[in-house]
């Protein structure tokens, strides 16, 4: 034990009130015998100092029971009051420690708050405090697991520094994206680069930032800064992975563009369909009095080209009507019939051969005016990618319940590049607007591949139906929402 600590102990309670009374005791009887001395025994020789003591000896007894009595008493007052105060603080110190104990923790606390005295008050008023403690102690316990909770599982990262610029907190989303190191911005950093950066910076409005996978594929960051109320200088960030609202905005754009479109080819069409209905009679009437074969054979583009445009202005208002699906069953077999009849001479004029593989009976539940757009717009994309002739194969069969069929060409293809840009809705022709349009509305999925000089292949997968080629409900059959994919077509 270190010597201030001995000096400590030396001056408890106990000693306190017991050495002043020892003392006071010791002086009185001290006090007592010279006295005696210098009033009685100063002049008297050996023997009869001998004889005056023995006959004074009761009362030199009762000046040694009288300090007896005063040590006792000391004593007993110092039991009396140290011993609850000491256990007292020796609970304080435990309280100190584990602030988390009850009053029931202590079961020597209940020997005093019975009492009527000081010490009994004292020891009430500490159970109080013991209990208020407690559930202050409760309130504050809860309210943090309360907002450690929230914020571990908020969707966005959350950093806290102090003014030191050190990180002392981050959540569990934080952690996993700053320790993903498989992505880097156009300038090779990292995500924990950049979230440095801007620690150091102090940025008040921290700029985006966009990472790139192995792969290429993108991903949007934005940033948030606060200071902390907390008086020493620290600051918040957070960090919000923002790709699918991003991709949304750029979804919504192209559907309001496509909304514009399709306003813009309402209008186109209500002012061209008629006079180009008028040229294309006039044309017809004025044919048969040519004579000449080169003004019969331009008399004959004439009424193709406007027929073109016609089908062009059909598109058009295709994609901007917006009518009530009439689903039922639709026999693709029966249906690829009718459209053979009409496309197949089209194609043998332009050195096309039409190639049509049907695996069994195919039926799906759709709209049939839908399902017949979509065939004709992709077989007029695959006959114009085949200038100078080529095969054109339409194939369906059925997998797991699913129709699928493809349309495939062997013209001059797509790059990659453009590929992925049709497939996103950007430079594609209004044919494959509607088809990307129809395929949805009926629960389909679509699908492109192609490589240039290889040509192009779509392929459109929907539900099929229980039994083929009877009459089912509406409703009977839901789109296939587990392959419900978009693909940007």
């Not at 609202?245 to 754009?253: G, Q």
């Not at 598109?315 to 009507?321: F, G, I, P, Q, T």
């Amino acid at each position: 034990m270190r010597p201030k600590e001995r000096i400590r102990r030396l001056f408890t309670i106990e000693n306190k009130i017991l050495v002043p009374f020892s003392v006071i005791g010791v002086l009185c009887l001290a006090a007592l015998f010279v006295v005696m001395y210098w009033s009685h025994y100063r002049q008297l020789d050996r023997e009869q100092l001998v004889v005056t003591i023995y006959s004074q000896r009761y009362l030199l007894l009762a000046g040694v029971a009288m300090m007896i009595v005063i040590v006792q008493t000391a004593v007993l007052v110092a039991y009396n009051i140290s011993t609850p105060i000491r256990e007292l603080s020796e609970i304080c110190t435990r309280v100190g420690k584990r602030p988390d104990l009850s009053a029931a923790a202590f079961p020597e606390l209940a020997e005093y708050t019975g009492r009527a005295d000081e010490v009994g008050q004292l020891a009430s008023a500490f159970e109080m405090m013991m209990v208020s403690l407690r559930k202050y102690t409760d309130e504050l316990n809860w309210t943090k697991a309360l907002n450690e909770s929230i914020v571990e599982n908020l969707p966005i990262g959350v950093i806290a520094c102090n003014a030191e610029k050190e990180i002392i907190f981050r959540n569990a989303r934080a952690a996993a994206m700053l320790e993903n190191v498989s992505e880097h911005d156009r300038n090779g950093r990292t995500l924990s680069d950049l979230v440095r950066e801007r620690i150091r910076t102090e940025e008040i409005l921290p700029a985006p930032a966009v990472l790139l996978d192995g792969a290429g594929k993108e991903r949007d960051l934005e940033f948030g800064s606060w200071q902390l109320r907390d008086g020493n200088g620290g600051m918040l960030y957070t960090i919000d992975d923002v790709t699918y609202k991003k991709r949304m905005e750029e979804k919504s754009a192209r559907d309001e563009k496509l909304a514009y479109t399709g306003r813009l080819a309402a209008n186109v069409a209500h002012e061209a369909k008629n006079p180009l209905a008028g040229i294309r009679v006039g044309l017809q009437v004025i044919q048969p009095h040519i004579s000449g074969t080169r003004d019969q054979m331009l008399c004959a583009e004439m009424i193709r080209e406007v027929d073109r445009v016609t089908l062009l202005i059909e598109n058009l208002v295709d994609l901007a009507r917006k009518r009530e699906s009439e689903k039922t069953v639709v026999s693709l077999n029966q249906l690829l019939e009718e459209i053979a009849l009409l496309y197949g001479k089209i194609a043998e004029n332009k050195g096309i051969r039409l190639d049509i593989g049907m695996e069994g009976s195919l039926c799906v539940f759709a709209d049939e005016r839908d399902i017949r757009q979509i065939f004709i717009n992709l077989i007029n994309n695959a006959i114009k990618a085949m200038p100078s002739g080529g095969v054109l194969r339409i194939s369906g069969k059925k997998d797991q319940g699913k129709i699928q069929f493809s349309v495939a060409d062997s013209g001059i293809g797509m790059s990659e590049e453009k590929l992925r840009k049709v497939m996103n809705g950007e430079g594609s022709g209004f044919g494959l607007r509607i088809v990307r349009q129809l395929t949805g509305r009926n629960g389909g999925v679509i699908r492109g591949e192609s490589a240039e000089g290889e040509g192009t292949c779509w392929t459109l997968t929907f539900a099929g139906t229980e039994t083929e080629g009877e009459e089912t409900p509406a409703g009977a059959f839901a789109p296939a929402g587990g392959e419900r994919e978009n693909h940007g077509l």
